[in-house]
């Protein structure tokens, strides 16, 4: 990958968790418009590296390393009026307010479930929350929402009880609080889990095309390999921080599905042998 | 949404009506025209020294518990939580035993001392109560920098067994007329006034005016306090400022009443079923239930066994919990 244009940039990550290392020298890099998926088995620590990438680690994990983003030089010259900037600059993620780090980096947790029973607008709306002053949405607020439930097509649960709706309607439902927050950059933990057969490529085939139609980059843990070289524009593999521990290999592996899914990666992975066939139909997609 | 607007004009209506008859009845009558200052004088006299100090009392003391009960429940996101739930009513408890049973608390009230002014009783409730707040939470906060809600709910039910146990061990060991105190433990509005009143204003009203500042993005903690900040929401800062507002909201309200439990709980229940789970709607309109609720409590407190009175904690649970059961197994919307 090119870094000059990598626009969400993570490197020397390490955490650490009651002296359990979690995540080993991570360095990788997010850019507009792709699609990335990140792969790894149980307890690689998929989840703990989105959670950090969002800013919202957990209490007890100790995390050192640099994240940063690239604020371009759009919003800046809005902020400076008639002079914009040549250049654009990197945040580090940790420096700036929350309210800052949601209108451009969303994070979807796994299994999130809502404690009160909500209209799926007023849930949806939640998104905006970083865009407001203390909280009191204006019209432009509630456009955006109708938008994102026309995209998602969800237009007809406008109204509905977020309690009432199945497991599939509640997950792009979430999708669509994220979207809400048009950030550009997504992160999300197992967003096709839980989902029957049909609705997992249903969701992960409107994930391809929100993220293509309107260029976000994207990382999203997919526990299904095959899932995840179908529908993915890059995959992320994340070998536990124990099988890297004598520092010379790498930490992560990143690249095109069918440059990356092959056995000795897998393998490497996963730590179990794999078998890897060509499937005409999803050549398409590679 | 024609059913929230109905709602919505109807809550304060019932608290207006409910005010009104608080300030009429009683164990001495006062006439509706005295209520709008046509009385003569001996209504004057009950109603200015007697009924409106104490209506007060109950009104801002409802205000408190439904609101705070909203706060905490939407903060915590658990249907069960209230700021008796961190220990806070015990702690008061706690202080008001140890003033009424120590001899030199009671020394207070001989002329010149704070307790001319107010008991030292309810003094002691005060600092109870700011003293379980602050304990619980310094507790919870001293693992790991940040504290977690769960950890924080788990020490204030332990410490709040804690306190509860001391008190009853204090008061087993004296032999002292219990009475007092034990109208107190249930909850009472009896014999309070413009003392009381002046006392709790100011915590009160900071109580008060935290509540709606927290109100709005205590929403987006519907998801968890993950969730909440990925969506731009400084949680750390939330948490102080609702922890302050419980415990301040919990010391006025035992200042004023004793330990008077459940109007926390049930309000904002009440309040969702009827107007939704929002909590821009939730938490004002908790604080007109709580207190509509309360007054009515009071109220039938007085005029039971009149002249003699009834705690109205008791009462509060006599009427609630009927009407509250009746609601959540009605089915849901």
């Known amino acids: 990958m090119n870094e000059t244009t990598a626009d969400f940039n993570v490197s020397n990550l390490n955490a650490t968790y009651n002296k359990t290392q979690i995540l080993r020298n991570i360095n990788l890099s997010l850019i507009p418009g792709e699609f990335v998926c990140l792969c790894g088995p149980n307890g690689a620590g998929k989840s703990t590296l989105l959670s950090v990438m969002a800013g919202v680690p957990d209490a007890k994990l100790k995390v050192t390393g640099d994240i940063r983003f690239i604020r371009g030089p759009r919003s800046l010259s809005l902020s400076k009026g008639s002079k914009p900037p040549q250049t654009s600059r990197t945040i580090d993620i940790s420096t700036i307010p929350r309210r800052d780090l949601a209108r451009t980096i969303a994070y979807l947790q796994q299994n999130e479930y809502s404690e009160w029973d909500f209209t799926v607008h007023d849930y949806i709306l939640q998104g905006r929350y970083a865009y407001t002053r203390y909280g009191h949405y204006t019209a432009d607020d509630h456009s955006i929402v109708d938008g994102v439930l026309a995209d998602l097509k969800l237009t007809q649960f406008n109204k509905r009880n977020i309690h009432s709706l199945s497991g599939g309607e509640f997950q792009k439902v979430r999708l669509a609080r994220a979207l809400a927050q048009t950030p550009r950059f997504l992160l999300l933990d197992e967003p096709a889990s839980n989902l029957d057969y049909v609705y997992e490529p249903h969701l992960m085939q409107l994930l391809r095309d929100t993220v293509h139609k309107k260029n976000l980059g994207v990382l999203a843990a997919v526990h299904d390999i095959n899932l995840a070289a179908r529908f993915a524009d890059k995959i992320l593999l994340l070998p536990p921080a124990s099988a890297i521990s004598d520092g010379a290999k790498k930490s992560v592996l990143f690249g095109s599905p069918s440059d990356i899914m092959n056995t000795d990666n897998l393998k490497y992975t996963f730590g179990v042998e794999f078998e890897c066939k060509e499937i005409k139909s999803f050549q398409s997609l590679q | ?333």
């Open chain 2, 1 to 333: 949404m024609k059913r929230d607007i109905f709602w919505k004009i109807i809550s304060p209506i019932l608290l207006v009506i409910s005010v009104i008859l608080a300030l009429m009845l009683g164990a001495e009558k006062v006439s509706l025209a005295a209520v709008f200052g046509q009385g003569d004088k001996f209504e004057n006299i009950i109603l200015w020294q007697l009924r409106l100090p104490r209506v007060l009392l109950v009104l801002i003391t409802g205000l408190l518990l439904g609101g705070s009960g909203a706060v905490f429940q939407l903060f915590f996101r658990n249907p069960l939580a209230e700021p008796g739930i961190m220990g806070i009513s015990s702690g008061a408890t706690l202080g008001a035993v140890i003033a009424s049973i120590v001899p030199g608390f009671m020394a207070l009230t001989g002329k010149g001392g704070v307790g001319a002014y107010i008991s030292p009783v309810n003094l002691c409730a005060f600092a109870g109560a700011l003293i379980a707040g602050l304990f619980v939470t310094s507790l919870a906060f001293s693992r790991g920098g940040k504290s977690s809600s769960v950890m924080l709910l788990l020490c204030g039910t332990a410490l709040g067994t804690l306190y509860s146990s001391l008190s009853s061990m204090l008061l087993l060991t004296c032999n002292k007329e219990l009475h007092s105190i034990y109208t107190w433990i249930l909850g009472s509005f009896n014999g309070r006034g413009w003392n009381e009143l002046l006392f709790i204003l100011l915590p009160s009203a900071v109580s008060i005016i935290l509540m709606f500042i927290v109100s709005r993005p205590l929403d987006l903690l519907t998801g968890g306090e993950k969730s909440a900040a990925a969506l731009g929401v400084e949680v750390d800062k939330l948490r102080i400022l609702v922890l302050l507002c419980g415990a301040l909201a919990v010391s006025a309200g035992v200042c004023a009443g004793g330990t008077i439990g459940f109007v926390g709980l049930i309000a904002p229940h009440i309040v969702r079923k009827f107007l939704g789970p929002r909590a821009r709607t939730l938490v004002p309109f908790s604080m007109l239930f709580g207190a509509t609720l309360l007054l009515l409590s009071d109220t039938f407190a007085r005029i039971i066994i009149a002249p003699g009175e009834l705690p109205a904690g008791i009462i509060t649970s006599i009427l609630g919990v009927p009407f509250f059961l009746a609601l959540c197994l009605g089915g849901r919307k």
